[in-house]
Protein backbone atom coordinates (compact mmCIF):
# COMPACT_ATOMS: atom_id res chain seq x y z
CA UNK A 1 0.00 0.00 0.00
CA UNK A 2 1.20 3.42 -0.99
CA UNK A 3 2.12 5.85 1.99
CA UNK A 4 0.30 9.10 2.17
CA UNK A 5 2.22 11.93 1.49
CA UNK A 6 2.72 14.39 3.31
CA UNK A 7 2.32 18.48 3.11
CA UNK A 8 2.58 21.11 5.46
CA UNK A 9 -1.31 21.55 3.90
CA UNK A 10 -1.81 17.86 4.89
CA UNK A 11 -0.55 18.16 8.84
CA UNK A 12 -2.11 21.39 9.01
CA UNK A 13 -5.54 20.23 8.02
CA UNK A 14 -4.97 16.58 10.48
CA UNK A 15 -3.85 18.68 13.61
CA UNK A 16 -6.96 20.96 12.76
CA UNK A 17 -9.97 17.88 13.02
CA UNK A 18 -7.94 17.19 16.29
CA UNK A 19 -8.52 20.00 17.95
CA UNK A 20 -12.27 19.68 16.91
CA UNK A 21 -11.88 15.83 18.49
CA UNK A 22 -10.55 17.23 21.67
CA UNK A 23 -13.17 16.84 24.17
CA UNK A 24 -11.22 19.05 26.90
CA UNK A 25 -10.52 23.31 27.17
CA UNK A 26 -7.19 22.41 27.83
CA UNK A 27 -6.35 19.84 25.76
CA UNK A 28 -7.96 21.56 22.89
CA UNK A 29 -5.57 24.62 23.79
CA UNK A 30 -2.52 22.96 23.72
CA UNK A 31 -3.53 21.25 20.16
CA UNK A 32 -4.22 25.01 18.96
CA UNK A 33 -1.21 26.31 20.20
CA UNK A 34 0.81 23.79 18.54
CA UNK A 35 -1.03 24.19 15.30
CA UNK A 36 -0.95 28.11 15.51
CA UNK A 37 3.24 27.49 15.76
CA UNK A 38 2.83 25.42 12.74
CA UNK A 39 0.68 27.77 10.61
CA UNK A 40 2.86 30.62 11.15
CA UNK A 41 6.20 28.60 10.41
CA UNK A 42 4.62 27.51 7.18
CA UNK A 43 3.59 31.36 6.75
CA UNK A 44 7.14 32.65 7.48
CA UNK A 45 9.07 30.18 5.76
CA UNK A 46 6.57 31.34 2.60
CA UNK A 47 7.24 35.00 3.27
CA UNK A 48 11.01 34.01 3.33
CA UNK A 49 10.72 32.81 -0.70
CA UNK A 50 11.13 29.00 0.40
CA UNK A 51 9.33 26.98 -2.23
CA UNK A 52 6.56 24.44 -0.89
CA UNK A 53 9.18 21.68 -0.71
CA UNK A 54 10.58 23.14 1.53
CA UNK A 55 8.05 24.29 3.89
CA UNK A 56 6.69 20.88 3.62
CA UNK A 57 10.00 19.85 4.94
CA UNK A 58 10.13 22.06 7.83
CA UNK A 59 6.50 21.88 8.72
CA UNK A 60 6.64 18.23 8.61
CA UNK A 61 9.98 18.04 10.83
CA UNK A 62 8.63 20.16 13.43
CA UNK A 63 5.51 18.32 13.47
CA UNK A 64 6.70 14.99 14.06
CA UNK A 65 8.51 15.93 16.79
CA UNK A 66 4.86 17.53 18.27
CA UNK A 67 2.95 14.59 16.93
CA UNK A 68 4.35 12.06 19.77
CA UNK A 69 4.47 14.57 22.16
CA UNK A 70 0.83 15.34 21.17
CA UNK A 71 -0.26 11.98 21.27
CA UNK A 72 0.69 11.12 24.37
CA UNK A 73 -0.73 14.33 25.84
CA UNK A 74 -4.03 13.24 24.62
CA UNK A 75 -3.49 10.22 25.70
CA UNK A 76 -2.72 11.17 29.44
CA UNK A 77 -5.93 13.20 29.83
CA UNK A 78 -8.89 10.52 28.20
CA UNK A 79 -10.58 9.11 30.41
CA UNK A 80 -9.58 5.37 30.92
Known sequence: MKKPVRTSDAI???VKNT???A???SQ?????RHFRNL???????????LN????????IAVFEQ???QLQ???ESVQPH
Open 19 to 21: IGA
Open 23 to 25: QET
Open 12 to 14: LAH
Open 52 to 59: EQGVDEAV
Open 28 to 32: RETIE
Open 72 to 74: RYI
Open 39 to 49: EQLAQSLRGLG
Open 66 to 68: YEQ
